[in-house]
């Protein structure tokens, strides 16, 4: 009850409560393509060279968020041209601009003049942070992605699950696949506040794992995995305030532990079973 008359009195605990909601819808989203296309490793490689952006803004003395935004979203699209020219391995080019992005950001980090800043808050999150801009952006993204699928849902379902098959049909997959990378990396970079960069890639993946385990459908998978991420989301933040540790940890704990309970289900309906 404390809980939720502080949620109400102070402003930066509604802002926090706000920015669960949208981060889960559009990573619970976003998400579900990116398992269901095989990116996780995709979303890895944006997440941690989006800190080569963070590392230029400080040293430029610019708000961080717009440089790791800028950052995330050329490395995305060198990532998908890269790889779609055949110039080299998609596998092998995420590995490279996830390194040499870290290396950036530390690099640029030393640079910069004075006391080196703490950026334990874009590494593990620290959704306390979250300011009235962070939450606007974040709702018109959400607003966009939600628009996107509604209006697009067969052609990026094919594109998810077999690229050869949506060209078959006519679907432009190159622009499609195009537009979920810069989507992509807008997610990751305004959800990073929630759980940070290191633990931002289990947001996104776990949701949609947890409902896939318990359903095939493309649909209820995006749906589910929404509701999935935003109930992970407010747990991660309830028990941070009960326990006093990082919003972003608490998250990814309570979502393990739910995928860890429905993949335990049908092993204890089947030794259920054998008994009777």
């Known amino acids: 009850m404390d809980f939720l008359q502080e949620i109400v009195q102070y402003r930066f605990l509604s802002n926090a409560l706000i920015a669960c909601l949208l981060s889960g819808v559009v990573c619970g989203i976003m998400g579900t393509y990116i398992v269901c296309r095989r990116l996780v490793f995709l979303s890895g490689g944006i997440t941690h060279s989006s800190f080569g952006g963070i590392g230029i803004a400080y040293y430029l003395g610019m708000n961080p968020i717009v440089g790791a935004l800028v950052f995330a979203v050329l ?27 870290m290396a950036i950001g530390v690099i640029f980090i030393y640079l910069t003049p004075g006391y080196a800043p703490n950026l ?23 607003v966009i992605v939600v628009l996107l699928f509604l209006r697009m849902w067969r052609p ?15 679907v432009h997959t190159r622009v499609i696949s195009y537009l979920m990378s810069v ?94």
């Open 120 to 142: 334990m808050s874009f590494l593990f999150g620290n959704i306390l942070t979250v300011t009235q801009t962070d939450i606007i952006a974040l709702a018109a993204l959400c």
């Open 183 to 276: 989507l992509a990396a807008l997610t990751i970079v305004l959800s990073i506040r929630t759980v940070g960069i290191v633990l931002l890639i289990s947001l996104l993946t776990i949701p949609a794992v947890i409902v896939n385990s318990l359903t095939r459908s493309y649909t209820k998978i995006t749906i589910g995995a929404a509701f999935v991420a935003m109930a992970g989301n407010l747990a991660g933040v309830w028990l941070s305030y009960k326990l006093d540790i990082p919003a972003g940890a608490a998250t990814i704990f309570v979502l393990t532990v739910a995928l860890i309970l429905v993949k335990l289900l049908p092993l204890l309906d089947k030794k259920r079973k054998a008994v009777a």
């Open 75 to 101: 490395s995305a699209i060198g990532i998908e041209w890269a790889s779609d020219r055949g110039r080299i391995r998609e596998d092998s080019a995420i590995g490279i601009v996830w390194s040499v992005g």
């Open 156 to 170: 990026i379902m094919y594109v998810a699950f077999d690229r050869n098959f949506a060209r078959s049909q006519g």
